[in-house]
């Protein structure tokens, strides 16, 4: 039986610089022979990975969970993911050319600025753990088996993968490169398998 798998996290789960073919979510359908719900994005913050995760639960039966850094929030307007973290103020968002768009578009950067006068330490970082905790121990309850790896230092209260990868691994941005993306996939795929 294929087992279904869902994959959640930021830029470096989703393989950004990388062709699609190398990316996590297709080592784990091809090396691993999963069926694969890919919902990891550049700029995703946990508590967007925590909503569909949480949305998602019930049609998988493996989840790998990438968890990001704590000073990104995201919110959710209609279909539109909007996602604040830092240097990022939606310049690519399309949010279309009508004035409801363009209304949405200025709101958004406009909220942006006054969101990180506000929004910080430590705050952030109890709110992050929350959430991981949170989600991982709803699918522990729902037995599902959950692989939850962090990219920054955590106080949760489950236990998390925290994987190193050097700079020979790494895109000249720090992003993972494709020897990256599979030293990742090797390592979360070990713990799977035990």
């Known amino acids: 039986m294929v087992k279904r798998l869902y994959l959640d996290g930021c830029s470096l789960t989703y393989g950004q610089g990388l062709l ?12 691993g022979g999963y069926t694969v719900t890919d919902l990891s994005r550049p700029g995703k913050s946990n508590m967007a990975m925590a909503v569909d995760t949480y949305n998602n639960w019930q049609h998988h039966d493996v989840f790998v969970l990438g968890f990001t850094f704590s000073n990104r929030f995201g919110l959710k307007y209609q279909d539109h993911d909007l996602d604040f973290y830092p240097g990022y103020q939606g310049q690519d968002l399309d949010f279309g050319n009508d004035i409801n768009g363009q209304e949405l578009s200025e709101s958004f950067k406009k909220n942006y600025r006054y969101f990180y006068t506000v ?10 753990d929350m959430l991981i905790d949170g989600v991982t121990a709803f699918l522990n309850q729902q037995q599902r088996k959950v692989i939850a790896y962090t990219w920054e230092p955590r106080q949760t209260q489950h236990s998390l993968l ?9 895109l000249p941005d720090l ?4 020897q990256g993306m599979q030293y990742l996939y090797d390592l979360i795929q070990n713990q799977l398998d035990e």
């Open 20 to 31: 699609r073919e190398h990316s996590l979510g297709a080592l784990f359908r091809d090396r």
């Open 175 to 178: 992003h993972l490169n494709q």
């Open 162 to 170: 925290v994987p190193f990868i050097g700079p020979e691994h790494r």
């Open 119 to 128: 929004f910080g330490y430590p705050y952030c970082d109890d709110l992050s």
